[in-house]
Every structure is written in structure tokens, then in C-alpha cells.
């Protein structure tokens, strides 16, 4: 091969070669398939010719040849771990197959395929092997045939064919139905290419090193397979092929990686010029390149069909693929929107073969930048928050993120779970996939997405009914049930009455048990209102009160469970869920439960603090901002409440300022029974659609008896509100844990406000401890900011804009700097130019110029030789090329220099301007020139 063949140019080549051989050319099918409910993206070129294969769909050819879309992201193909890492693996890529429905088979198939590697795309024969079936299992007869047709080819090795069994060389479409064995074609790539070169490994065909390379699988699909077992040959038989297009054409392009091919070299190029990066320097740190280039080119696929970012299902993926490509973008330095940038390159290289990108193009962009942007906005608290989750993890010695934290991780701050997962591999950590899904399930059940089902479903209830009639028939139990009572004591003894371990009450649970502990009384709070569960431990009452009946017979000893939620299993029925940590619990044991204070207190002062803002929302806003939503956590506080537009920077500052006004104020907090009709007509906030009964618990904070009044701490009055109630600050209807002074909440500072739905804003804020970690961090940043300023803190925005006022300086400096270098270059050259049969022939290469320059700079060349002068003046891509009037006479054309030399573009014929695919092109352009001027002038 002479010239190295373009990606386009490859995937052309396949397409016209089966063309030539009768096949029809079928577009490749949306990412999105059509009518298959059971697959989330077209995952092979198979998917749309499936219900051929099956026999329920008839095509108008027998032959098909196409290049399809593939996403392997979810599901059972799921790619995704490895994208980046190495340099096969994309979440999107192309397949190129040819097809035979009941047409031609193996004979024409295989020679085919060998025609078009060897004689059209000349790869060498003796590097090429192929494998055929044998069944390793001794029940399906071997494909001879296959074997037998590749001995014929011209050029074949005989020895070439290997034989694999039915994990390598056996193709079933599921559990039954079409199947049948097929041949792939590897190439040996040579010692050099060997990852595992000098060390022990199976080094051949489907071994375990990157030598051979598998470059195409011909599926030769021949029987149905019945539910027994069964294999009967079918009436028709059908090939279907295919072929990774990146891996083709990085074998035929020379490069030892998909993303060094020319597909990728466009989006490259845009991140180094991005970066700053030499190419060096790229390939010294190349896997946040890979990523970005390899999500870009996803998104720009998926959004062309219609998949925008969202947060479900396709449209989850697209974000997820979006969001995670810009933090790999943030690990090479690129911080402000870039995506879009490198959208352009894909749409580029790929819009000529797949239309729909042009078409598309202003919706890729747009939804790449705005969805980074709107990721942009809460990365940096949400990475911090995961950063703290996972430093407690680590002083807990667990490995694994509880996925249900993971998944808040996601609704509050929008990290998907796989950016969560990459950042806990980055610790050594790992989050619970499975956790994940389910949290997500459960939110989208609770949003009323789907059907209720499990355990939190009340399914067992009948279940924990029965238990609850037994122990009140021991008498363990009176009429009302377990008693609770979250707001007197944290800590609470009692006898274990139950132990349920994997929905079987049981007499002793064991170490590593999860289980469910029923005790008479509970202090732990149960999730309503937004208040989360509390965690805890129960353990064993030291003796001689702890070991009880239950013990007979087995050694004493201590137990603790580490309780980390909590549910109402059945009406009067309250389990404890968690784990033995240690020892064996028995029913029957003394057992002191003790609530986890200091999680509690974080959680007392959000929940406390939530009042607080509510009130000063009403305030700021008005009477409409009542609360839609709220969570309780005890890292954060989250609150949605109806207001139909977004608020002022000014408005969430006013907030953030009262609410810290009545902190200070160390306003007393006071709950109190009450008839409800009574706490209603006092003006007490209660929420439309919750159901409240007879005696209702309020909450009310105000000022203390005699401290006076508070500066911008102004009632909040309900339009019944008595005069009674005019010294109240906030005044709710609520059955959570509060503190009993507003002072306790230390500070209260405001993440985030945005919209949580139609009408429905969302406030996200931190108190206490949280409020403190975050201002840690942030002055942390701040000081080591300063600290690379060499500055004060206080000078740092000064510091900052000099910085840029210098830098924007030296740029227009530099390119002034380059402007007369690249004059003083061309004035050496100029009275020094090469003549040829009389005609004076300038070639020059001026590093850092730009289209403007060289245009000068040529019409200077024509100034000193108006009579008979050629000039061919490049910078990086750019070409320009200059004939004067006399020459152009005598047949000699700008732009046919441009394209002698292997340049593109246009433009007069004494003047062309245009662009240089490869640098390289300018080493042999004066003797294209000179050979040129030859010709024509002879
Ligand atoms: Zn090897
Ligand atoms: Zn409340």
C-alpha cells in the first residue's frame, strides 16, 4: 500500500466490495431498537435482521451488506469499565457485516472475506489464521466444511486452520431457536505487538495476549435448537457476518491502538489544542483522552437518535456518558464547556456516512454544553459530599458504598452512580451496583413510577401480624403494640421478643446475620416527615440482667447489632433492621438499644433548620412558598417548595442571612400535643394531602421570654393566625426530633437552589458539622489558590484578573512576536528562491502563521517577481499558493499546485488558499512543484 487509506475510505471499501457481489445496501437501524423491548441500545448488526433469522419478517434481497451502530453500555454487553483503560474497548462503535438470507453460504462467503483482507486491502496471507468448530462436547458434528473451503483459498496457510469449541466457535441467538458454528478470522500481529512479550502465557489464536487479533467473525447459522436439546438442520441456511470497523481500521492504518486512527485524530486534536499538550504529553497520560473521545462520539450517536440526557432508562445512559466524559475532561485541566468542541470533530469525521449527525448537529451541541454546565453546577459539592461518605467508609474499614447513598448521591447532586463508582475505585473503594438499583427503583415506585412490590410493600405484614398476636398472647406485648418514642431517650432496654432472619423468626441469630430485632419500646425514629431512620446498636445488657432464657445452655458472651434502618413491618409492629457484628443474640436476652446521638444531633439541626427556612421563605417570598418535598439527612437538608420561578442570588442570600439571624438568636424550640382542629386554627402550618389524626405534635420556635426583638427575624404569619401567636417565629404541624435551642444549629449555609419540577424549586443546604467541613473545604481551595498566587487571601480576585490582563498581553505579544519571525524567515527566502526553465519557485513552511499572514506574505512575493514567479507558502494545515498572470498564460494553475502537492481547496487561478491533511505532504512539494513546472513549460 502507498497510501494509507482513511477510515471513511475503509468502511467504502467493504460496503462497494459486497455491492459488486449482489448486496443491497442497508442503512444501519437507530441505536434505539424499534420493537425489541428487551435490549436498551442496538447492540450488534444482528438486531435488525433478527425476526429474518427467525422467519417472521421477509426482505425484498437475499444479500445485505451494511456498517451498523452499536452501543454495548448497559446490560449484559457493558463495556463501559473498560473504555479508556485500554485501547480496544468504546461504548459505541461500528459493525460491519454482510448477510445472506437462505442465499449463498459458506463457500462464497469465506472466499469473499479472504479476497477482500488479501487482495483488497493487502493484508498478508501468511499472517492470517482461521478458526473452525469442533464440538468439545462430542454432539454436534465438526464444521469440515468451513475448514475444507479455507485449504482451497489462494495463499492459505493449511496449517492456518484451528479447530475451537463451542464457547468460540458456536452461535446461538438464545436457549433456542437459530444457531450454528462459526469461523473467525485472527491476524498474528508480530512479537512487537505482544503485551505479555517474555513472560509465561498462552501466546496464539484466542490466547491471552494482544498479539492475535480476532478480526472477523462469519456466523454460519444452520440448525434450530428445541428446548431438549435437539438440533435440526434448517430448511434455509443464512450467514451472517461481522466485523469491528475500529479494529479494521486500525490493523490497515498501522497503529496500535483504535484511538491513534484517523476516526478519533480529529477530536484528539481539538482536546491538545485544548490542553496544551504536546502529543507526547497525550500519550503519556492518554486514558482521560480516550474516555473523553470515546463518550463524545456516544453522546453525539445517541442524541442524533432522539436519546437526549434524562434520567431514566436511554436517557440516563446519555447523561451518565456525557457527565462522566467531562470529569475525565476535568483530569486533563479542562474545566469550562469543551464537549461541544470535540461534538464538532465527530460530526466531522462521521456526518458523510451518517447524515442524521449534520442533521442533528445544533441539538448535539446544545445538549452537550447545557448538560455540562448544568453538571458544572454541582460536581464540587457533590464530589465532596462522596469524599466524606467515603472517608467514613474507610475509618468503618468497609470497602463498599451502600448503594442507597449512592443513589442520594444522584437525586441530590446529579453524580450518576457510575461516576461514583469510578471515583470510589480512585480511593481503592467500591459502591453496590445492585444497592443502587434498587434505591432507584424504590424512588421511582415512590414517585409513582411503577407498581409497589417487596418488602417495603407490606407483603410480610400478615406475617409480623402473627407475631405481634403471639407475644401479646405471652403477655410480652399489651394491645397497642411496640411502644415508640423517638423524643425522650436515645437509649432504651428491653428483652428481644423477635428475631427474624431472612423472613423466618428464629431463636438465635449468628455473626454476619442480617436481621430484624423486635423490642418492646424503641427510641430509634422511624423515616416520615423526610427525617431519615436512625442507626444505632442494640447490645446485650451486661449480665447477670443481660443473658436470659434464651441463653440456657450456651456460653455467655456479648452481642452487638449494628441497626442501620428501620420499618413499620404491621400496624403496632416496629423492626430494627441490621447485622450481628458480633456474637450470637437470643430471643430472650436484656438488650439496651442505643440510638447513634451524634448522627441524630446532625440530623436534629437540619430538621430544626428546615422550620427556620421554611419560615424565612414565606418571608422572602411570600405566603405561596409552602413546603412540596423535604429530606432530612443528616449530612444535608434538602427542601422543594412551590415557587414559580428561580430565585435571585439576592433572595437565596436574604434567606441564608435570616435563617442565621434566628440561629443566632438562640430562639427556644417547643413541641406540644394538640387537637388538631385547635393547632389549625392557631395558624400552625400543616401540608395539603397529609393526613393527620384527632392529636397532632407542633412545633413551635420562638425568641425566649424576654429577649427582645430580632433584627429581620419578623413573624411569619398564617392569614388566621390569632394575636396569640405574633411572638412565634415558626409554627408547624410535625412529628420530628428537633433541638430545643435554634443556637444548637451553629451555622446554615444554602448548597444550592434549582428547579425540582414544574413550578417546584429545591433548596439544598448544610448545617453544624456539615456547614463546618464545607467551609473547611472551601477555604482550603482558597488558600491553596492563594498560595499559588503568591498572594493574600483577600488580593486573590485582584491577583487573578492582573493574571489574565497579563496573559491575554503576552499572547498578543507572541503572536506579534511570530508575525515577524515568520516575516523575517520569508525575507531570508525571498533572495534566495530556486529557479526552474527561468521561473522563480519559492516553497515555504512558516511554524505559527496564519491564512492572513501567508496572504501577505505572498502578495510581497509577487511584488519582487511580478513577471514570473510561483510560491507555495504553508502553516500547519493551511496552504496557500500563488502563480503570477504571465504563468498562468502559459497553463499553470494555483490550485493544481494546491493538489499536486496533495493539498485541498480552491480559489482563482493565480491565487488558491486551501487545506494540508498531513504535514508530512510539504517534505517532497518542491520537487512536485518543480516537476510541475516542467512539464507544462517544456
Ligand atoms: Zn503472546
Ligand atoms: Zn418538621
Given at each position: 500500500?502507498?497510501?494509507?487509506?482513511?477510515?471513511?475510505?475503509?468502511?467504502?471499501?467493504?460496503?462497494?466490495?459486497?455491492?459488486?457481489?449482489?448486496h443491497t445496501?442497508v442503512p444501519s437501524m437507530?441505536?434505539?431498537p424499534?420493537g425489541d423491548?428487551?435490549?436498551?441500545?442496538t447492540?450488534s448488526g444482528m438486531v435488525q435482521f433478527k425476526d429474518v433469522f427467525l422467519g417472521t419478517d421477509k426482505r425484498?434481497y437475499k444479500r445485505a451488506v451494511n456498517?451498523q451502530?452499536?452501543?454495548?453500555?448497559?446490560?449484559?454487553?457493558?463495556?463501559?469499565?473498560?473504555?479508556?483503560?485500554?485501547?480496544?474497548?468504546?461504548?459505541?462503535?461500528?459493525m460491519?457485516g454482510n448477510w445472506s438470507f437462505g442465499d449463498?453460504?459458506?463457500?462464497?462467503?469465506?472466499?469473499?472475506?479472504?479476497?477482500?483482507?488479501?487482495?483488497?486491502?493487502?493484508?498478508?496471507?501468511?499472517?492470517?489464521?482461521?478458526?473452525?468448530?469442533?464440538?468439545?462436547?462430542?454432539?454436534?458434528?465438526?464444521?469440515?466444511?468451513?475448514?475444507?473451503?479455507?485449504?482451497?483459498?489462494?495463499?492459505?496457510?493449511?496449517?492456518?486452520?484451528?479447530?475451537?469449541?463451542?464457547?468460540?466457535?458456536?452461535?446461538?441467538m438464545?436457549?433456542?431457536?437459530p444457531?450454528?458454528?462459526?469461523?473467525?478470522?485472527?491476524?498474528?500481529?508480530?512479537?512487537?505487538?505482544?503485551?505479555?512479550?517474555?513472560?509465561?502465557?498462552?501466546?496464539?489464536?484466542?490466547?491471552?495476549?494482544?498479539?492475535?487479533?480476532?478480526?472477523?467473525?462469519?456466523v454460519?447459522i444452520?440448525?434450530?435448537?428445541?428446548?431438549?436439546?435437539?438440533?435440526?438442520?434448517?430448511?434455509?441456511?443464512h450467514v451472517d457476518t461481522g466485523?469491528?470497523?475500529?479494529?479494521?481500521?486500525?490493523?490497515?492504518?498501522?497503529?496500535?491502538?483504535?484511538?491513534?486512527?484517523?476516526?478519533?485524530?480529529?477530536?484528539?486534536?481539538?482536546?491538545?489544542?485544548?490542553?496544551?499538550?504536546?502529543?507526547?504529553?497525550?500519550?503519556?497520560?492518554?486514558?482521560?483522552?480516550?474516555?473523553?473521545?470515546?463518550?463524545?462520539?456516544?453522546?453525539?450517536?445517541?442524541?442524533?437518535?432522539?436519546?437526549?440526557?434524562?434520567?431514566?432508562?436511554?436517557?440516563?445512559?446519555?447523561?451518565?456518558?456525557?457527565?462522566?466524559?467531562?470529569?475525565?475532561?476535568?483530569?486533563?485541566?479542562?474545566?469550562?464547556?469543551?464537549?461541544?468542541?470535540?461534538?464538532?470533530?465527530?460530526?466531522?469525521?462521521?456526518?458523510?456516512?451518517?447524515?442524521?449527525?449534520?442533521?442533528?448537529?445544533?441539538?448535539?451541541?446544545?445538549?452537550?454544553?447545557?448538560?455540562?454546565?448544568?453538571?458544572?453546577?454541582?460536581?464540587?459539592?457533590?464530589?465532596?459530599?462522596?469524599?466524606?461518605?467515603?472517608?467514613?467508609?474507610?475509618?468503618?474499614?468497609?470497602?463498599?458504598?451502600?448503594?442507597?447513598?449512592?443513589?442520594?448521591?444522584?437525586?441530590?447532586?446529579?453524580?450518576?452512580?457510575?461516576?461514583?463508582?469510578?471515583?470510589?475505585?480512585?480511593?481503592?473503594?467500591?459502591?453496590?451496583?445492585?444497592?443502587?438499583?434498587?434505591?432507584?427503583?424504590?424512588?421511582?415506585?415512590?414517585?409513582?413510577?411503577?407498581?409497589?412490590?417487596?418488602?417495603?410493600?407490606?407483603?410480610?405484614?400478615?406475617?409480623?401480624?402473627?407475631?405481634?398476636?403471639?407475644?401479646?398472647?405471652?403477655?410480652?406485648?399489651?394491645?397497642?403494640?411496640?411502644?415508640?418514642?423517638?423524643?425522650?431517650?436515645?437509649?432504651?432496654?428491653?428483652?428481644?421478643?423477635?428475631?427474624?432472619?431472612?423472613?423466618?423468626?428464629?431463636?438465635?441469630?449468628?455473626?454476619?446475620?442480617?436481621?430484624?430485632?423486635?423490642?418492646?419500646?424503641?427510641?430509634?425514629?422511624?423515616?416520615?416527615?423526610?427525617?431519615?431512620?436512625?442507626?444505632?446498636?442494640?447490645?446485650?445488657?451486661?449480665?447477670?440482667?443481660?443473658?436470659?432464657?434464651?441463653?440456657?445452655?450456651?456460653?455467655?458472651?456479648?452481642?452487638?447489632?449494628?441497626?442501620?434502618?428501620?420499618?413499620?413491618?404491621?400496624?403496632?409492629?416496629?423492626?430494627?433492621?441490621?447485622?450481628?457484628?458480633?456474637?450470637?443474640?437470643?430471643?430472650?436476652?436484656?438488650?439496651?438499644?442505643?440510638?447513634?446521638?451524634?448522627?441524630?444531633?446532625?440530623?436534629?439541626?437540619?430538621?430544626?433548620?428546615?422550620?427556620?427556612?421554611?419560615?424565612?421563605?414565606?418571608?422572602?417570598?411570600?405566603?405561596?412558598?409552602?413546603?412540596?418535598?423535604?429530606?432530612?439527612?443528616?449530612?444535608?437538608?434538602?427542601?422543594?417548595?412551590?415557587?414559580?420561578?428561580?430565585?435571585?442570588?439576592?433572595?437565596?442570600?436574604?434567606?441564608?442571612?435570616?435563617?442565621?439571624?434566628?440561629?443566632?438568636?438562640?430562639?427556644?424550640?417547643?413541641?406540644?400535643?394538640?387537637?388538631?382542629?385547635?393547632?389549625?386554627?392557631?395558624?400552625?402550618?400543616?401540608?395539603?394531602?397529609?393526613?393527620?389524626?384527632?392529636?397532632?405534635?407542633?412545633?413551635?420556635?420562638?425568641?425566649?421570654?424576654?429577649?427582645?426583638?430580632?433584627?429581620?427575624?419578623?413573624?411569619?404569619?398564617?392569614?388566621?393566625?390569632?394575636?396569640?401567636?405574633?411572638?412565634?417565629?415558626?409554627?408547624?404541624?410535625?412529628?420530628?426530633?428537633?433541638?430545643?435551642?435554634?443556637?444548637?444549629?451553629?451555622?446554615?449555609?444554602?448548597?444550592?437552589?434549582?428547579?425540582?419540577?414544574?413550578?417546584?424549586?429545591?433548596?439544598?443546604?448544610?448545617?453544624?458539622?456539615?456547614?463546618?467541613?464545607?467551609?473547611?473545604?472551601?477555604?482550603?481551595?482558597?488558600?491553596?489558590?492563594?498560595?499559588?498566587?503568591?498572594?493574600?487571601?483577600?488580593?486573590?480576585?485582584?491577583?487573578?484578573?492582573?493574571?489574565?490582563?497579563?496573559?491575554?498581553?503576552?499572547?498578543?505579544?507572541?503572536?506579534?512576536?511570530?508575525?515577524?519571525?515568520?516575516?523575517?524567515?520569508?525575507?531570508?527566502?525571498?533572495?534566495?528562491?530556486?529557479?526552474?526553465?527561468?521561473?522563480?519557485?519559492?516553497?515555504?513552511?512558516?511554524?505559527?502563521?496564519?491564512?492572513?499572514?501567508?496572504?501577505?506574505?505572498?502578495?510581497?512575493?509577487?511584488?519582487?517577481?511580478?513577471?514570473?514567479?510561483?510560491?507555495?507558502?504553508?502553516?500547519?494545515?493551511?496552504?496557500?499558493?500563488?502563480?503570477?498572470?504571465?504563468?498562468?498564460?502559459?497553463?499553470?494553475?494555483?490550485?493544481?499546485?494546491?493538489?499536486?502537492?496533495?493539498?485541498?481547496?480552491?480559489?482563482?487561478?493565480?491565487?488558491?488558499?486551501?487545506?494540508?491533511?498531513?504535514?508530512?505532504?510539504?517534505?517532497?512539494?518542491?520537487?512536485?512543484?518543480?516537476?510541475?513546472?516542467?512539464?507544462?513549460?517544456?
Amino acid at each position: 500500500m502507498t497510501k494509507k487509506l482513511t477510515g471513511n475510505e475503509i468502511r467504502q471499501m467493504f460496503i462497494d466490495f459486497f455491492v459488486e457481489h449482489g448486496h443491497t445496501v442497508v442503512p444501519s437501524m437507530s441505536l434505539v431498537p424499534g420493537g425489541d423491548a428487551t435490549l436498551l441500545f442496538t447492540n450488534s448488526g444482528m438486531v435488525q435482521f433478527k425476526d429474518v433469522f427467525l422467519g417472521t419478517d421477509k426482505r425484498s434481497y437475499k444479500r445485505a451488506v451494511n456498517s451498523q451502530k452499536c452501543m454495548r453500555v448497559a446490560g449484559k454487553h457493558n463495556d463501559l469499565d473498560d473504555v479508556g483503560r485500554d485501547d480496544t474497548h468504546h461504548t459505541f462503535f461500528e459493525m460491519l457485516g454482510n448477510w445472506s438470507f437462505g442465499d449463498y453460504y459458506k463457500k462464497e462467503a469465506i472466499a469473499w472475506s479472504w479476497q477482500l483482507l488479501t487482495d483488497v486491502w493487502g493484508l498478508p496471507r501468511d499472517k492470517l489464521y482461521a478458526t473452525c468448530f469442533q464440538d468439545d462436547m462430542g454432539n454436534i458434528p465438526s464444521d469440515d466444511e468451513a475448514a475444507d473451503i479455507w485449504k482451497e483459498q489462494h495463499g492459505f496457510d493449511p496449517a492456518h486452520v484451528l479447530f475451537f469449541g463451542r464457547k468460540e466457535n458456536f452461535w446461538q441467538m438464545a436457549e433456542t431457536g437459530p444457531c450454528g458454528p462459526c469461523s473467525e478470522i485472527h491476524i498474528d500481529l508480530g512479537d512487537e505487538r505482544d503485551n505479555l512479550r517474555g513472560t509465561d502465557h498462552v501466546c496464539g489464536v484466542n490466547g491471552e495476549c494482544s498479539r492475535y487479533l480476532e478480526l472477523w467473525n462469519n456466523v454460519f447459522i444452520q440448525y434450530n435448537l428445541f428446548d431438549d436439546g435437539r438440533l435440526e438442520p434448517l430448511p434455509s441456511k443464512h450467514v451472517d457476518t461481522g466485523m469491528g470497523f475500529e479494529r479494521i481500521v486500525s490493523v490497515l492504518q498501522g497503529v496500535d491502538s483504535n484511538y491513534k486512527t484517523d476516526l478519533f485524530k480529529g477530536s484528539l486534536d481539538i482536546l491538545r489544542s485544548l490542553t496544551g499538550h504536546t502529543e507526547k504529553e497525550m500519550l503519556a497520560d492518554f486514558t482521560p483522552y480516550r474516555v473523553v473521545c470515546d463518550h463524545v462520539r456516544s453522546a453525539a450517536f445517541l442524541i442524533a437518535d432522539g436519546v437526549v440526557p434524562g434520567n431514566a432508562g436511554r436517557n440516563y445512559i446519555t447523561r451518565m456518558i456525557i457527565r462522566r466524559g467531562a470529569r475525565f475532561g476535568t483530569k486533563i485541566g479542562l474545566h469550562e464547556p469543551f464537549l461541544a468542541k470535540v461534538a464538532e470533530a465527530v460530526v466531522e469525521e462521521y456526518g458523510s456516512f451518517y447524515p442524521e449527525l449534520v442533521k442533528s448537529r445544533g441539538a448535539i451541541l446544545d445538549n452537550l454544553t447545557r448538560e455540562e454546565i448544568r453538571f458544572a453546577r454541582t460536581i464540587e459539592s457533590g464530589t465532596a459530599h462522596l469524599e466524606n461518605l467515603l472517608s467514613e467508609l474507610r475509618a468503618t474499614n468497609k470497602m463498599t458504598l451502600d448503594g442507597h447513598r449512592a443513589f442520594d448521591l444522584y437525586a441530590t447532586y446529579g453524580l450518576p452512580f457510575e461516576i461514583s463508582r469510578d471515583i470510589a475505585r480512585e480511593h481503592g473503594l467500591d459502591v453496590d451496583e445492585e444497592g443502587f438499583k434498587a434505591a432507584r427503583e424504590e424512588h421511582s415506585r415512590a414517585s409513582g413510577g411503577g407498581k409497589a412490590m417487596g418488602k417495603t410493600g407490606g407483603e410480610d405484614a400478615e406475617y409480623f401480624a402473627g407475631i405481634l398476636k403471639d407475644l401479646q398472647k405471652k403477655k410480652k406485648l399489651g394491645e397497642h403494640g411496640i411502644e415508640y418514642d423517638p423524643y425522650t431517650s436515645p437509649r432504651v432496654k428491653g428483652e428481644v421478643l423477635a428475631l427474624i432472619v431472612n423472613g423466618q423468626s428464629v431463636q438465635s441469630a449468628s455473626f454476619g446475620d442480617e436481621v430484624e430485632v423486635i423490642l418492646p419500646k424503641t427510641g430509634f425514629y422511624i423515616e416520615s416527615g423526610g427525617q431519615v431512620d436512625d442507626t444505632g446498636y442494640i447490645r446485650l445488657l451486661p449480665s447477670p440482667a443481660g443473658r436470659g432464657a434464651g441463653g440456657e445452655g450456651r456460653e455467655a458472651g456479648s452481642w452487638e447489632i449494628e441497626v442501620t434502618g428501620m420499618r413499620r413491618a404491621s400496624a403496632g409492629v416496629i423492626v430494627h433492621i441490621g447485622e450481628v457484628i458480633t456474637g450470637q443474640p437470643s430471643v430472650g436476652d436484656m438488650a439496651i438499644a442505643e440510638v447513634d446521638t451524634q448522627r441524630r444531633h446532625d440530623i436534629m439541626r437540619n430538621h430544626t433548620a428546615t422550620h427556620l427556612m421554611h419560615a424565612a421563605l414565606h418571608k422572602v417570598l411570600g405566603e405561596h412558598a409552602v413546603q412540596a418535598g423535604s429530606l432530612v439527612a443528616p449530612d444535608r437538608l434538602r427542601f422543594d417548595f412551590n415557587h414559580p420561578e428561580a430565585m435571585t442570588p439576592e433572595q437565596v442570600e436574604r434567606v441564608e442571612r435570616i435563617v442565621n439571624d434566628a440561629i443566632a438568636a438562640d430562639m427556644e424550640v417547643t413541641p406540644k400535643l394538640k387537637a388538631r382542629e385547635d393547632a389549625i386554627a392557631e395558624g400552625a402550618m400543616a401540608l395539603f394531602g397529609e393526613k393527620y389524626g384527632e392529636t397532632v405534635r407542633t412545633i413551635t420556635i420562638a425568641p425566649l421570654p424576654g429577649a427582645g426583638t430580632v433584627e429581620q427575624t419578623e413573624v411569619v404569619l398564617h392569614p388566621t393566625a390569632t394575636v396569640e401567636q405574633e411572638d412565634k417565629y415558626s409554627y408547624e404541624l410535625c412529628g420530628g426530633t428537633h433541638l430545643e435551642r435554634t443556637s444548637d444549629i451553629g451555622a446554615f449555609i444554602i448548597l444550592s437552589e434549582g428547579s425540582a419540577a414544574a413550578g417546584v424549586r429545591r433548596i439544598e443546604a448544610v448545617t453544624g458539622r456539615g456547614a463546618y467541613d464545607l467551609i473547611v473545604h472551601r477555604f482550603k481551595l482558597l488558600k491553596q489558590t492563594a498560595a499559588a498566587l503568591k498572594s493574600a487571601i483577600e488580593e486573590v480576585p485582584y491577583k487573578v484578573e492582573t493574571l489574565q490582563d497579563e496573559v491575554s498581553d503576552l499572547k498578543k505579544e507572541l503572536a506579534s512576536l511570530r508575525a515577524s519571525q515568520a516575516l523575517s524567515t520569508f525575507n531570508t527566502q525571498l533572495s534566495n528562491v530556486k529557479t526552474v526553465n527561468d521561473v522563480n519557485v519559492m516553497v515555504l513552511e512558516i511554524p505559527n502563521s496564519n491564512a492572513d499572514t501567508l496572504r501577505t506574505l505572498a502578495d510581497k512575493f509577487r511584488e519582487k517577481y511580478p513577471g514570473n514567479g510561483i510560491a507555495v507558502l504553508t502553516s500547519g494545515g493551511t496552504i496557500i499558493a500563488v502563480v503570477t498572470e504571465d504563468l498562468v498564460k502559459r497553463g499553470l494553475k494555483a490550485g493544481e499546485i494546491i493538489t499536486s502537492i496533495g493539498g485541498r481547496g480552491g480559489g482563482r487561478p493565480n491565487m488558491a488558499q486551501g487545506s494540508l491533511p498531513d504535514p508530512a505532504l510539504m517534505n517532497d512539494a518542491m520537487s512536485k512543484v518543480t516537476g510541475m513546472v516542467e512539464q507544462k513549460l517544456k
